[in-house]
């Protein structure tokens, strides 16, 4: 179990139509409060950024301390995916910086998340004179990798955050959370957070002169935090912020240079500056290791590249969502697809910016292929034939992609899903990916039974068994444990923290919108949001009569016949392309704009039909899951829906 300092909230939301509370009986956020459990003092206690010094922090500190007055080269070897890739990157800079002569090794996926033989004799063949291998994201449990390196004389330094198996680490300093005899209070801090806490402590007791550069270095931590799904509880809180405010330091808005049809300009990512970004200004006025400088204006292309990929229009969509939903997946989509790691490095190492932007580019694209091949094998998946379904699907994808399938697989049957490669002998071993609700862990489930073992994170992880005929084994343990869990869980049929519209067993009507106005403003204050601190959601109940439905999207890159049946006119009365209006936006009678993404093609004509039909005959609500935001347009802001599914959908 993991040590916190005070309870979980339970999220207990019930509600029967006798205490229906309405927005002029009580605050509407206070009652959001109340059904999510966040007391003033729950809300005061996970704000606490203060944390306990990790074990042999101050060692490691020493050990590096030795190496830089020795003139020793470090070689950096990280894991391969987000949280690796920000641990090496912000490794790298800050040792950098810090007047250390050192090297980024860059990991091979293919040969798992352990540091292996093989990666030292990489190691060793391109930088031959090696002296101190320091780990990040990994290398704890890597005992073959650690021997290899200390069979070469080197001194072998460990930061890592996952559970340390026994015998132990055999490394000379090995700093981790997750340590058999560590006591740190929350050890839920990501791989990045590890190292940025050692580079910290160095400056602090080395190198007080670059205390302010180091900080800036929890731009990459918070990065790591958030795409490794660490709870975003006490020290990761600030961390997030801290890290979104020196990210939004590093973007420059598009300027204004394009003409558009109607006699005024458009925004134009390409002629984006990223030198005029104030955090690189600032950095230029002061002696920096290029390698310290390349990082951060790495990140300033990455947003770049982004915002001409159309993915981040405005500063406001720079947050913990653009990170967990935008930047981590592009970086971790090469291990899914079999796609070369370079350019994810390179993006922030290059000595051309035009060289990093270029290596970004190619991120986003191939991250566009991998939602390709991702709806392809998902697709397969649901249609082809699956013996031991809905526990254990099999899948005939590249072995990265098997942690999204079993993800979107989870999200369809509403419990823990496991994704492997298909076996062809009872006695062959078969490997796969886990996901989980937050209900349900993984590896507790699997551990004590001989033969299935899981490894990773207790909601997303590896999945190992021994032998294909123990397949059905798996399948029981999976069904039965979730039996078990479910009876600790609170169900309610409510979908949502609050329930809008105009039934009987809403909180609040939908007519007058400034109450949600308050709600979201309040509710957006209380940011960041991921695991453990989740946003929150709404039921939303339309009545057709009076719903505006439209087709919404942009044509600008369209691929389809230009022929006449494909064209409608469109508000200013240009003609586009309907197959390209992907998405729907809903306008109630009162205002609000809800906008439901990617769904024009299968639920445009129903929403059309509700509202047809209700222009003649009174019928029912239309209910979806929703959440609430602010939408700033032309200097009037207004709430809007994001909506998720139907609720019909909703399993």
């Not at 729950?42 to 020795?70: F, G, N, P």
């Amino acid at each position: 179990m993991i040590p916190t300092l005070i309870e979980r909230p339970p999220m207990t939301i019930t509600q029967t139509s006798e205490d229906n509370l309405l927005a002029d009986e009580t605050d509407l956020f206070d009652l959001l409060c109340q059904r999510r459990g966040w007391t003033d003092e729950y809300l005061a206690a996970i704000e606490s950024a203060e944390h306990d010094e990790l074990l042999s922090l101050q060692d490691m500190v020493e050990a590096l301390e030795d190496a830089r007055a020795a003139g020793r080269k470090v070689v950096i070897a990280p894991d391969f995916d987000m949280d690796g890739i920000s641990s090496g990157v912000l490794g790298y800079a800050g040792l950098a910086e810090l007047g250390f002569d050192v090297e980024l090794h860059v990991p091979d996926y293919r040969r798992g998340h352990d540091l292996t033989p093989e990666d030292i004799a990489e190691v060793a063949q391109k930088w031959p004179d090696t002296k101190v291998l320091l780990t990040c994201d990994g290398g704890v449990n890597s005992h073959r990798g650690v021997a290899a390196a200390r069979a070469r004389g080197w001194t072998t330094l460990v930061t890592d955050h996952h559970e340390e198996l026994d015998p132990g680490s055999t490394a000379d300093v090995t700093v981790d959370p997750c340590r058999i005899d560590e006591t740190y209070a929350h050890p839920g801090i990501c791989g990045a957070h590890v190292l940025y806490q050692v580079l910290e402590a160095f400056a602090a007791t080395h190198r007080p002169d670059k205390e302010w550069e180091i900080r800036l270095l929890r731009l990459f931590a918070g990065l790591g935090t958030v795409s490794d799904v660490m709870p975003l509880l006490f020290e990761n809180r600030q961390l997030v912020r801290d890290s979104v405010s020196i990210a939004r330091l590093l973007r420059m808005p598009a300027p204004r240079t394009v003409p558009n049809p109607w006699g005024g300009l458009d925004p134009d990512p390409d002629a984006i500056d990223v030198d005029q970004a104030v955090l690189l200004q600032l950095l230029r006025t002061g002696d920096h290791h290029p390698a310290f400088l390349r990082a951060f204006t790495g990140f300033a292309l990455v947003l770049k590249a982004f915002a001409q990929a159309g993915k981040l229009r405005d500063v406001g969509d720079l947050d913990e969502g653009f990170y967990g939903f935008y930047l981590a997946p592009a970086m971790n989509h090469p291990r899914r697809i079999g796609g070369p790691l370079d350019d994810c490095f390179e993006v922030f190492t290059a000595a051309d910016p035009d060289d990093a932007l270029a290596a970004m580019h190619r991120v986003i694209q191939g991250n566009e292929r991998r939602k390709e091949l991702t709806e392809v094998h998902l697709e397969e998946l649901v249609a082809g034939h699956q013996p031991l379904a809905p526990w254990v699907y099999f899948s005939d994808a590249y072995p990265g992609m098997y942690g999204l399938l079993a993800s979107q697989m989870m999200q369809r049957e509403g419990h823990p899903v496991v994704v492997m490669n298909r076996p062809s002998r009872p006695d062959e071993f078969v490997s796969g990916s886990g996901r989980a609700p937050g209900w349900f862990d993984i590896i507790s489930s699997l551990d004590p039974h001989d033969g299935l073992s899981a490894i990773g994170h207790q909601q997303a992880c590896g999945v190992k068994v021994e032998r294909a005929e123990m397949l059905d084994d798996l399948v029981a343990v999976l069904r039965d444990a979730t039996s078990a869990a479910l009876l600790a869980v609170d169900t309610d049929e409510r979908r949502g923290d609050l329930v809008l519209g105009p039934d009987d067993d809403c909180d609040a009507g939908l007519e007058d919108l400034q109450p949600l106005f308050d709600v979201v403003r309040r509710v957006e204050s209380m940011k960041p949001f991921g695991h453990d601190f989740t946003e929150p959601v709404f039921e939303i109940a339309l009545e057709p009569l009076g719903l505006r439905v439209d087709r919404i999207g942009s044509d600008a890159d369209c691929d389809h016949e230009r022929v006449e049946e494909n064209l409608v006119l469109n508000a200013r009365g240009f003609k586009v392309c309907r197959l390209c209006k992907r998405h729907l936006r809903l306008i109630t009678r009162s205002g609000l704009s809800c906008l439901w993404w990617n769904a024009a093609e299968k639920h445009f004509d129903e929403v059309a039909e509700a509202v047809r039909r209700a222009s003649r005959t009174q019928v029912g609500t239309l209910r979806f899951v929703a959440k609430l935001q602010l939408n700033a347009f032309r200097g009037d802001t207004r709430v809007q829906a994001v909506i998720d599914q139907r609720i019909e959908e909703v399993a």
